[in-house]
């Protein structure tokens, strides 16, 4: 059994592990896949850190003389495979914590759509299911900011498993 485990990044995506943990208790042996896919536009290359000066440049005798400009330090490209270590630098963490003793392969995949990108490595792997968190959020706030879970939901030809907020103790 393949057991893929969807994570944003976000606090409430962890509220899968407890379940997915107990999955993983009901059926010894079955393989634990991590997953987080990050959105090529979100990432930014780093500056070298000069900063600019406040004033638009001195004045010496007549000579204006321009403030340094910050350079750009890292390209977009090294600046995603930045990201991508250290996202699959955490996430080989994180199974390592929460799922003592077992083996989890972890992925990290770029998409400006994740529900397809979840779906995609379900299908790949034939994923028994894929277990997930969702934000809980309803009306007006679920209207605009949507939601990867239901989209995974409606796409994906295999079992879901969705954990919502998880109530304080």
């Known amino acids: 059994m393949k057991v893929l485990v969807a994570l944003d990044g976000g606090e409430t995506s962890s509220n899968v592990f407890p379940t997915a943990r107990r ?28 900063s600019v000066p406040s004033a638009v440049g001195t004045t010496e005798g007549t000579l204006s003389v321009p403030p340094p400009l910050p350079l750009q330090a890292e390209t977009h490209e090294a600046a995603m495979q930045r990201k991508e270590t250290e996202v699959r630098e955490s ?46 959020r309803k009306g007006l706030a679920h209207a605009f900011a949507g939601s990867v ?5 409606r796409k994906a030809n295999r079992p879901i498993l969705v954990v919502g907020q998880l109530a304080a103790g």
């Open 23 to 50: 999955v993983r208790e009901l059926i010894p042996g079955a393989e634990v896949h991590l997953l987080t896919v990050l959105k090529p536009g979100k990432v930014k290359g780093s500056f070298d850190g000069r």
């Open 149 to 153: 879970t239901d989209e995974v939901v």
């Open 91 to 136: 996430l080989e963490a994180l199974g390592g914590k929460e799922f003592p003793g077992v083996a989890v392969t972890v992925h990290v995949k770029w998409s400006d759509s994740p529900a397809e990108a979840v779906v995609g490595l379900g299908e790949a792997l034939n994923a028994d299911l894929i277990a997930t968190a969702t934000h809980g």
